[in-house]
């Protein structure tokens, strides 16, 4: 298994940018799929955008197509999103996922607010 933590979140102006990162513990991350997903109050958890595991290939939501970005650093066992031009109904909780053969962990989320 791989334990991740989530980091990066806060409150942000409309048009406004935040990066966030998840950070895995281990020596297998490099072999992980990775990926963000949100929940906003009242919504279901929802896919944002994922990225396999050297980095070569990346999907996104349509919500976030050109503005957000995933990347991920195997160096440094950490995954992360670019989110620019922010906009209120980015506001959610941003989980961060792993998979490897079948076997999917979760981080405990970092909270990202969007004032209009």
């Known amino acids: 298994q791989v334990q991740l933590v989530e980091s990066g979140g806060g409150l942000v102006q409309a048009g406004g940018s935040l990066r966030l990162s998840c950070a895995a513990s281990?020596?297998?991350?490099?072999?992980?799929?990775m990926g963000w997903f949100r929940q906003a109050p009242g919504k279901e958890r929802e896919f944002v955008a994922a990225?396999?595991?050297?980095?070569?290939?990346?999907s996104y939501a349509d919500s976030v197509k050109g503005r957000f970005t995933i990347s991920r650093d195997n160096a440094k066992n950490t995954v992360y999103l670019q989110m620019n031009s922010l906009k209120p109904e980015d506001t959610a909780l941003y989980y961060c996922?792993?998979?490897?053969?079948?076997?999917?962990?979760w981080g405990q989320g970092t909270q990202v607010t969007v004032s209009s």
């Open positions: 996922k792993a998979d490897r053969l079948g076997v999917t962990n």
């Open positions: 281990g020596r297998t991350f490099s072999t992980y799929a």
């Open positions: 990225i396999n595991w050297s980095g070569s290939s990346t």
